[in-house]
């Protein structure tokens, strides 16, 4: 099993900028990808930005050039730089952790936090 917590969620403004982070505890040791998805109301939940545990990113469009993800794997701990937020970025972000298992892969998730940004 893997808990992860997140914190770093708030209001800003137009144009703002806020740190999510993420911290995992728990079965860390098999660990692969972690990442950042956010669902905003009447949405699906859709992937923000990912990293392998070789440092391997990934990112939506959408956030391409204003986001950055980071892992620090010795404090299992994972973080959202989110730089010129605009309003269609408000949604509530969920931490994700991938632990692959033989064939299978198992998906954990955080409580989410909620992310508003203000015109």
């Known amino acids: 099993q893997v808990q992860l917590v997140e914190s770093g969620g708030g209001l800003v403004q137009v144009g703002g900028s806020l740190r999510l982070s993420c911290a995992a505890s728990?079965?860390?040791?098999?660990?692969?990808?972690m990442g950042w998805y956010r669902q905003a109301p009447g949405k699906q939940r859709e992937l923000v930005a990912s990293i392998t545990s070789g440092s391997d990113t990934n990112y939506a469009e959408s956030v391409k050039g204003r986001f950055t993800i980071s892992r620090d794997n010795p404090k299992n701990t994972v973080y959202l730089q989110m730089n010129s937020l605009k309003p269609e970025d408000t949604a509530v972000y969920y931490c994700n952790a991938q632990v692959p298992f033989r064939s299978i892969r198992f998906d954990y998730w955080g409580q989410g936090t909620q992310v508003t940004v203000s015109s």
């Open positions: 728990g079965n860390t040791f098999n660990i692969n990808t």
